[in-house]
């Protein structure tokens, strides 16, 4: 069994910043890609940003230069550091994890339970 837990939303004023966690932990052999989404009210869930195991990074252009994805591969963690935020930054960010899971390396993706960032004055 594998469990993703986030920490880090909350809110905050316009041109603030956040910085979201993300740990895996359980039966995990080895995790590929991580990365976060986020869902606006009404809206589809969408990407914000990726990060392999080599760390390479792929970000979205409606948040490149304000939005910095990061890993700790020895604490299973990932982690997306925003700033500048605005408003239409607000929504519920999922973490989202590529792994191959203990004894029979099968490969699955995982939701975290979301965290919710407002940005609002």
């Known amino acids: 069994q594998v469990q993703l837990v986030e920490s880090g939303g909350g809110l905050v004023q316009p041109g603030g910043s956040l910085r979201l966690s993300c740990a895996v932990s359980g039966s995990v052999f080895r995790i590929n890609v991580m990365g976060w989404y986020r869902q606006a009210p009404g809206k589809n869930r969408e990407l914000v940003a990726l990060i392999d195991n080599g760390g390479r990074t792929n970000i979205v252009d409606s948040v490149k230069g304000r939005v910095t994805i990061s890993r700790d591969n020895a604490k299973n963690t990932v982690y997306l550091q925003m700033n500048s935020l605005k408003p239409e930054d607000t929504a519920i960010y999922y973490c989202?994890?590529?792994?191959?899971?203990?004894?029979?390396?099968?490969?699955?993706?995982?939701w975290g339970q979301g965290t919710q960032v407002t940005v609002s004055s």
């Open positions: 989202n994890v590529n792994l191959n899971v203990r004894i029979t390396f099968a490969s699955s993706t995982y």
